[in-house]
């Protein structure tokens, strides 16, 4: 069966300091794979996707960038972190059309 | 702007109740529906999906599409507490893309 680990589960950064968020799937073989925002309040967020290795789709302008080094290893990242990045950071796999399943997630709070 | 709909609630029903979950979408070309339950700090888990009209049972839940409405529907038999979560409805984008658009979620809490 396939499991989604993200880590780390919880994250405490000040301003202006950078940011790696790993997300790694088991059991299968070229995933699809997303990153998503949850921000208080608000709805699921895409911020990218990926189809394969190197492949990276940015869906929202901003300071986070996503890098996929393995095929099923995806990283989120940021130079700099801003307040309003504070927010539930999920990520997802799927294979082909079929439904989409989350790991845990990370929630980042910045200070 | 492909949007889903839905209404935020909170939905409360009494324990042993149907609860009536709702989702309209806009893009008429999306192809695959999605209800994803979320409890309060965790992230979403899948409990249905749906890709053709008409109605899908699996236990107590049942997924209903109608297309030609872009209306998408959730109904939990005998609802108990532990129902109590906020669900999410979820769209692919458009056909054949692999994204999905997700709506901000009705929250449910069923009444001991």
């Known amino acids: 069966s396939q499991t989604i680990h993200q880590w780390p589960a919880t994250l405490v950064q000040p301003v202006g300091s950078p940011l790696s968020l790993e997300c790694t799937v088991e059991g299968t073989s070229n995933p699809n794979l997303y990153w998503y925002r949850q921000a208080a309040g608000r709805g699921l967020q895409l911020l990218f996707y990926s189809v394969g290795i190197g492949q990276i789709s940015s869906e929202v302008p901003q300071n986070l960038s996503a890098s996929r080094p393995q095929d099923r290893q995806f990283i989120l990242s940021s130079k700099k972190l801003l307040l309003s990045d504070s927010g539930f950071y999920l990520c997802?796999?799927?294979?082909?059309?079929?439904?989409?399943?989350f790991g845990p997630g990370t929630r980042l709070t910045v200070l | 702007q492909k949007e889903v709909e839905q209404n935020s609630g909170p939905l409360s029903v009494p324990e042993g109740a149907i609860a009536s979950l709702n989702c309209t979408y806009s893009?008429?070309?999306?192809?695959?529906f999605f209800w994803y339950r979320q409890y309060s700090g965790k992230s979403p888990e899948l409990i249905m999906s749906i890709y053709s009209n008409g109605d899908k049972e699996d236990g107590r839940f049942t997924a209903q599409l109608n297309k030609a409405s872009q209306y998408v529907s959730l109904l939990i038999r005998d609802s108990q507490p532990s129902d109590s979560a906020t669900y999410l409805c979820?769209?692919?984008?458009?056909?054949?893309?692999?994204?999905?658009?997700f709506g901000k979620g009705t929250k449910l809490s069923v009444i001991p």
């Open positions: 997802a796999w799927n294979w082909r059309y079929n439904e989409q399943f």
């Open positions: 893009d008429r070309g999306s192809q695959s």
């Open positions: 979820a769209v692919n984008v458009g056909a054949g893309s692999y994204q999905l658009t």
